[in-house]
């Protein structure tokens, strides 16, 4: 085959519709016509289009995921099922995720104690809650517990529970104190704080 046209796209400024034997093949972005120095009158198989393609999609996938993770951190499959939903080839999602990884761009461990470091900062919760926040995240239940046991020890959880209680105190301060009782344990097992901790909060407090 032979590249017969190279024309721009309406919509898309920055991307070409690539034509050969006078038959559209595939779009391919500006940079990657550049790279490869395409040009018309030269021959082309199919082979070589796939690649062309192959490349061009890694492209696009590499520039949607350093957009994604220049909001906030995340996870492998956070970052997995962005690709996904924007429709790229499973093979492309896969050497996308291996680019990140490698460039430092993307740690699930690096994730996690990030997560579990503002969780105990601003928004108190129980391991049970946190490991269960971790997985819905797509953090392995494994690496979610071993970072759970090395930044979380019995003092944080208790803090992070007084934290909580307080807040649940000004909640329900005026109810009846069986109801008020009631009431704040709710909240604290709902926050991920087991039985036993909330009782001895609630008996010193």
Do not use: H
């Not at 898309?12 to 990657?32: A, H, M, Q």
């Not at 490349?55 to 499959?77: E, N, P, V």
């Not at 944080?156 to 009782?181: C, I």
């Amino acid at each position: 085959m032979k590249i017969t046209k190279i024309e721009k796209q309406k919509k898309r400024k920055d991307r070409f519709n690539i034509y050969t034997d006078d038959e559209f093949v595939c779009g391919l972005s500006e940079n990657t016509i550049i790279d490869e120095a395409l040009a018309i009158g030269q021959e082309i198989d199919q082979k070589e289009i796939e690649k062309l393609v192959e490349k061009d999609q890694s492209a696009k996938a590499f520039d949607k995921a350093i957009r994604f993770l220049g909001y906030r951190a995340r996870t492998k499959k956070e970052v997995y099922d962005k690709l996904l939903a924007k429709e790229f080839d499973e093979k492309v999602i896969k050497k996308t995720i291996g680019k990140l990884k490698e460039m430092g761009y993307l740690s699930d461990i690096e994730f996690t104690k990030s997560w579990v470091k503002d969780r105990i900062a601003t928004k108190p919760e129980g391991k049970k809650l946190l490991q269960i926040e971790l997985r819905q995240k797509g953090i392995e239940e494994k690496m979610a517990k071993e970072q759970l046991e090395k930044l979380v020890d019995e003092k944080t959880e208790v803090a992070m529970a007084q934290k909580a209680l307080n807040k649940a105190l000004k909640q329900y301060n005026k109810l009846p104190s069986r109801e008020k009782r009631q009431k704040i344990t709710s909240y604290l097992a709902r926050r991920g704080f087991d039985w036993q901790l909330i009782n001895m909060l609630l008996n010193k407090n």
